[in-house]
């Protein structure tokens, strides 16, 4: 399982709803979460590892980013990796600008 969370949702925030699922008892490698924002910039991404969140991805995005970030959590969850090493300077996963869906992939 995996949670895609949106980080602005109507009734809580992505990071308070990320808190809330941690302090039941849902650590990173029991339930893994992936941040979804429209708004994510490279310096706010300890905020969301600090919020309790595998991953976060900028949107809109393309379908194969998902799948990098999904993979990723992934190796790191079964230790073959660290969290984010391999998307950690990817401008792809980072930079929404580069996320553009709809573009035929």
Not at 70 to 78: E, F, G, K, P, S
């Amino acid at each position: 399982d995996l949670i895609l969370m949106d980080m602005q949702m109507p009734e809580m925030g992505g990071i308070e709803a990320t808190k809330r699922i941690r302090q039941h008892g849902f650590d990173l490698a029991r339930l893994p979460i992936v941040g979804v924002t429209a708004d994510y910039r490279p310096s706010e991404h300890q905020m969301y590892l600090d919020a309790g969140m595998n991953h976060c991805v900028g949107k809109p995005c393309r379908l194969s980013v998902f799948r990098r970030a999904i993979r990723t959590v992934a190796l790191q969850l079964a230790g073959h990796r660290p969290l984010w090493a391999s998307l950690a300077d990817d401008d792809a996963v980072a930079s929404p600008a580069n996320n553009t869906a709809g573009r035929g992939r």
